[in-house]
């Protein structure tokens, strides 16, 4: 299973950082949302579930998490601790964010508007999706 993790240009100088991401430049979609999540619980997982359709990439721009993503065939770690990394989900990945350290600030850009019918929640669901899209 492949993981793609983008490694985006800062533009530092003497000021600091900067970094600028364009759709179809540095984001392989169409950007129509935009979200992020902070003060989560170290403990907590959050995500648990796959989309059918939906494209996101995923930056924590302080502090870090891990993501564990799993294809109904395999599953990888991925590990976000910097502000210039972006993990490309598409779809149909299950997906879970945890170890969010406390100051952590996930950042999410989405290819689709929120819609809760394109989530897949149960995993035996996921699975069978899987099964059918390979048909
Ligand atoms: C995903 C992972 C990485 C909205 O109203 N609009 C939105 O755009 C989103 C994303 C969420 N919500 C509401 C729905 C829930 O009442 O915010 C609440 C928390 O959302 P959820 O439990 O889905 O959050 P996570 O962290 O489990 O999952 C989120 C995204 O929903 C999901 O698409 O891939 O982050």
Request: include cysteine; aromatic fraction near 14%.
């Amino acid at each position: 299973m492949q993981v793609v993790k983008y490694m985006f240009q800062p533009h530092g100088d003497d000021r600091g950082q900067l970094v600028a991401l364009e759709e179809f430049k540095d984001i392989p979609f169409r950007v129509k949302r935009f979200y992020y999540m902070y003060d989560t619980i170290p403990e907590v997982v959050r995500g648990k579930h796959a989309h059918r359709n939906l494209e996101q990439i995923l930056i924590c721009i302080h502090g870090s998490c891990k993501v564990r993503l799993d294809n109904g065939k395999e599953k990888k770690e991925v590990s976000l601790e910097k502000p210039y990394e972006g993990l490309y989900i598409p779809g149909s990945m299950w997906r879970e964010m945890y170890d969010f350290s406390e100051d952590a600030v996930l950042v999410v850009l989405a290819s689709e508007l929120y819609d809760e019918a394109d989530y897949i929640r149960d995993y035996q669901e996921f699975l069978r999706f899987v099964e059918e899209s390979e048909k």
